[in-house]
């Protein structure tokens, strides 16, 4: 059975960084994509960044340059790295991985972790 464990979510004053970690178990997903997903109170939720099979990343346009994701296909573990924090950032963040090469959208991912909520103060 695929379980997506997150850590790493709390409460942070805006301009602070938190660093999200994802443990997979089950099965590997090295060759496969993996990336984070937030949804806000009444929002839809919506791709935050992504890494694909081969290590090539992909970010929201709201994150870009404070983010970043990265991965170890050793410990089957991506990462979110969040640095100049917002408090429009604040959301329950989900970890996903996909059987296949990369995803960009919530539907495409085949496996998801239980959330970890991140609140940005102002």
């Known amino acids: 059975q695929v379980q997506l464990v997150e850590s790493g979510g709390g409460l942070v004053q805006a301009g602070g960084s938190l660093r999200l970690s994802c443990a997979a178990s089950?099965?590997?997903?090295?060759?496969?994509?993996m990336g984070w997903f937030r949804q806000a109170p009444g929002k839809e939720r919506e791709l935050v960044a992504v890494?694909?099979?081969?290590?090539?990343?992909r970010y929201s346009d709201s994150v870009k340059g404070r983010f970043t994701i990265s991965r170890d296909n050793a410990k089957n573990t991506v990462y979110l790295q969040m640095n100049s924090l917002k408090p429009e950032d604040t959301a329950v963040y989900y970890c996903?991985?996909?059987?296949?090469?990369?995803?960009?959208?919530?539907?495409?991912?085949?496996?998801w972790g239980q959330g970890t909520q991140v609140t940005v103060s102002s």
């Open positions: 890494i694909s099979g081969g290590g090539s990343t």
């Open positions: 089950g099965r590997s997903f090295s060759g496969n994509a």
């Open positions: 996903a991985a996909g059987r296949n090469f990369f995803f960009n959208a919530p539907g495409q991912a085949d496996y």
